[in-house]
């Protein structure tokens, strides 16, 4: 007999979950991230924009953006800053925001980063986020686990085409 422990459950309306693999939703936009990569503290997760559908897809600047908490219940207190915010150097989240149009087929990033850093205060833990590719856009809520410490701070990266 093998014993299993359920570390954590997530969920989200249905609507709003991420398309199964290999699954174009109508709307012919497919958004995911990936799984993260962590070290000394510092965070990153990608956002991964793929345009699936039969039409162009053009985006502009940056993905939106709202934290929820367990109760998928919108989280106040914390800023999110476009670029690094002087989180870290190097990681390609300066670059300046372009328009971006996606053929069929074609994709686009954007990401995450945070600090894992614990000083006085209460800590933030944010499981979900709820992410549009732009204004109008129909909402994905992604599980990336955002483990913010103290420092109140989320930096997110322009859409860019991705390293080829």
Same mark, same amino acid.
């Given at each position: ?8 459950v ?41 345009n ?6 053009s ?5 939106l953006?709202e ?8 989280? #106040? =207190?914390?800023?999110? !800053?476009?670029g ?6 190097g *990681?390609?989240?300066d670059?300046?925001? @372009? +328009?971006?149009v ?32 732009? #204004? =109008?856009?129909?909402? !994905?809520t ?7 410490? *103290? ?5 997110? @990266? +322009? ?6």
């Amino acid at each position: 007999m093998t014993r299993v422990k359920i570390s954590r459950v997530t969920k989200v309306p249905a609507s709003e979950a991420p398309p199964a693999s290999g699954e174009c939703p109508p709307s012919g936009i497919r958004l995911t991230t990936d799984d993260g990569d962590a070290a000394m503290g510092l965070r990153v997760v990608g956002i991964h924009l793929e345009n699936c559908g039969k039409q162009d897809y053009s985006v502009d600047g940056y993905p939106l953006l709202e934290l929820m908490d367990k109760d998928l219940s919108p989280v #106040q =207190g914390i800023s999110i !800053v476009q670029g690094s915010g002087g989180i870290s150097t190097g *990681t390609g989240f300066d670059e300046p925001a @372009r +328009p971006l149009v996606l053929k069929p087929g074609e994709s686009a990033l954007s990401g995450l980063m945070w600090r894992n850093t614990t000083e006085s205060g209460p800590t933030a833990n944010i499981p979900y986020v709820r992410v549009r590719a732009k #204004q =109008g856009a129909d909402p !994905v809520t992604v599980t990336p686990q955002l483990d913010l410490g *103290t420092t109140g701070k989320l930096a997110v @990266r +322009p859409w860019t085409r991705p390293s080829k």
